[in-house]
């Protein structure tokens, strides 16, 4: 019988020692996670101080309900069922909401100051938006692209192509349910 408990045993401390490897391996993945949140926010200081803005709490605020709810509609059809990005942390419901929290609500308020501007403007700076996310997402990982193309040509799709569009979109939308932010 002792012959058994050896292999049990050693089978018994790879479960713990994959277990704990796991655990940290998803602390990393929360951690890049804020770190990312935390480069967004810090953008979108740096663009509320340039543009004046004042009540940024505020904008915000406003902006977390709408991160919310279109976030988790873009995470889920566009990265989940056309599987063109997917999350290092999954699409469990728990992160598609904090997601929409931090990152989405960010972004979102981010994008709510250059709703004034036009079309070359609105597009330059969510170039610049993208440019500063794909560059947090490569150092932190938090998402990736699975469409088919070499990685740089990948990103420029990315930054010059969807982030523009998914942002003048919101910034349409925007302007029909908010009053513009005062100066």
């Known amino acids: 019988?002792?012959?058994?408990?050896?292999?049990?045993?050693?089978?018994?401390?790879?479960?713990?020692?994959?277990?704990?490897?796991?655990?940290?391996?998803?602390?990393?993945?929360?951690?890049?996670?804020?770190l990312l949140v935390?480069?967004?926010?810090l953008f979108f200081l740096f663009v509320a101080y340039i543009k004046r803005t004042r009540g940024i709490l505020n904008v915000l605020l406003k902006s977390?309900?709408?991160g919310i709810v279109l976030g988790?509609?873009?995470?889920?059809?566009?990265g989940k069922y056309t599987g063109i990005f997917g999350y290092v942390l999954g699409f469990d419901l728990p992160f598609l909401i904090v997601n929409g929290i931090f990152s989405w609500g960010v972004m979102l308020a981010t994008i709510s100051l250059f709703?004034?501007?036009?079309?070359?403007?609105l597009y330059g700076w969510?170039?610049?938006?993208?440019?500063?996310?794909?560059?947090?997402?490569?150092?932190?990982?938090?998402?990736v692209w699975q469409f088919p193309a070499p990685f740089?040509?990948?990103?420029?799709?990315?930054?010059?192509?969807?982030?523009?569009?998914?942002?003048?979109?919101?910034?349409i939308l925007s302007r029909y349910a908010y009053k513009k932010h005062k100066k």
């Not at 709703?115 to 403007?121: G, R």
Request: with cysteine.
């Open 72 to 78: 988790m509609i873009f995470d889920l059809v566009v």
């Open 152 to 171: 740089s040509l990948r990103e420029a799709v990315v930054i010059f192509v969807m982030y523009p569009a998914l942002c003048s979109t919101y910034a």
């Open 1 to 34: 019988m002792m012959r058994y408990e050896l292999p049990a045993t050693i089978l018994a401390l790879w479960s713990v020692i994959v277990k704990e490897f796991q655990d940290i391996l998803i602390s990393m993945h929360w951690l890049h996670f804020f």
């Open 64 to 66: 977390i309900p709408i």
């Open 38 to 41: 935390a480069v967004q926010l």
């Open 126 to 143: 969510t170039v610049i938006l993208g440019i500063v996310c794909e560059i947090a997402n490569y150092f932190f990982p938090v998402w």
């Open 115 to 121: 709703e004034n501007k036009m079309f070359w403007s």
